[in-house]
């Protein structure tokens, strides 16, 4: 097992910045020092051995690069190339999929998921499209760590569902936010039944290509994936060991892709733009949802909402084995940012979007 001592990712991991040589720096010189900066600090002060970033801005990629180590045991940089995995940011590609049938009249957003997914059995209360989207359905979580770290691989996207379709709802529906990937599981099956389409064939068609999304993938174990990053951990001594092995095919819907920062901000600009779904419907998507008692939630339709200095912002966070990412975009500036680190758990990460973010929208 590999373990690495703070003093030696210092050395070798905090300033090791690769440009992305196809597409010209158009974010202003400042502003880029500033970032790198404030990455730096974030590396060092947290023993990240890896950052991947990218920021976006009205149609295009403006600035994307890496820094510190993709594989540590063999020394390979993180460039704007490395392949990270997502974990939950493949919530809203999911709930962008379910919003497009619901454009089509394929999916009634406020109809009963059974109608879709009649494997997931009737439970006390009925449960909504919407509700699932919505971390409003009592679907749970994760039950243990042989959920939460499952080496079994799934070949398609009924089979998962088997995991907690015969539980109970944890809460009757629309009382309480409460979140869940396996609800995104159910979510991912509705698509390939209300569009005949295998999931990951629905997505690339329908949202990767349209979106230029050319590097992203689901994270398949068995699968030759170029530039796919190694996962770490701190362990209890705060030093870097290799993370714990994990197959993500049994939540490919909820938190099991993988890709670059850039292929994200090119995502976030084309739910903005009104390229994947209408702009109405991708105001519905970044609205906060309410409990029955009217309480409004952190959360819209496949996206954490708030705001960030009076900016507006909506996006979603993922962590999983080895991996900590961010993805956010202002929908009135037109802005995204993506950080991916090849670090689970990794502290200060949110700090550091803030960080950016601030950097990136100020005149």
């Given amino acids: 097992m590999l373990i690495v001592k703070r003093r030696l990712f210092l050395a070798v991991g905090c300033l090791l910045p690769v440009a992305l040589l196809a597409q010209p720096a158009v974010l202003a010189p400042e502003k880029i020092r500033r970032i790198e900066q404030a990455v730096a600090a974030q590396m060092s002060r947290n023993s990240i051995p890896g950052v991947s970033i990218a920021v976006a801005g009205g149609s295009q990629l403006r600035w994307a690069a890496g820094y510190g180590m993709a594989d540590l045991e063999n020394f390979v940089p993180v460039t704007p190339l490395t392949e990270i995995r997502l974990g939950s940011i493949s919530k809203p590609i999911t709930a962008i999929a379910i919003m497009q049938l619901v454009e089509q009249g394929k999916i009634d957003l406020d109809g009963e998921i059974q109608r879709y997914v009649p494997s997931f059995t009737k439970k006390q209360w009925p449960v909504t499209v919407r509700e699932l989207l919505g971390h409003l359905g009592g679907v ?52 390939e039944s209300a569009s005949g389409e295998k999931f990951l064939d629905y997505v690339q068609a329908h949202i990767f290509q349209p979106a230029g999304m050319d590097h992203i993938r689901d994270d398949n174990t068995f699968a030759i994936i170029p530039h796919r990053a190694r996962g770490y951990k701190l362990n209890a001594n705060g030093n870097l060991e290799n993370c714990a092995l994990a197959d993500t095919s049994n939540k490919i819907p909820g938190g099991g892709m993988i890709s670059t920062a850039s292929d994200l901000v090119k995502f976030a600009l084309a739910v903005n733009s009104g390229t994947l779904v209408k702009k109405k419907t991708m105001e519905l998507m970044i609205t906060p949802q309410h409990t029955r008692d009217g309480k409004p939630t952190v959360y819209g339709l496949g996206f954490f909402v708030g705001e960030l200095e009076g900016h507006r912002r909506a996006g979603h966070g993922g962590g999983q084995q080895g991996i900590s990412t961010d993805l956010v975009f202002f929908p009135a500036e037109g802005v995204a940012l993506a950080i991916m680190v090849n670090l689970e758990a990794a502290r200060g990460l949110h700090e550091l979007t803030d960080d950016v973010s601030k950097i990136v929208l100020a005149q």
């Avoid at 009924?158 to 599981?185: M, Q, V």
């Fill in 140 to 191: 749970r979580h994760y039950s243990g760590d042989d959920e939460e770290g499952s080496t079994r691989h799934y070949a398609d996207r009924t089979e998962p569902l088997k995991i907690f379709a015969g539980d109970p709802l944890l809460l009757e529906p629309g009382t309480k936010f409460s979140y869940t990937t396996y609800g995104f599981n159910l979510l991912g099956a509705a698509v």
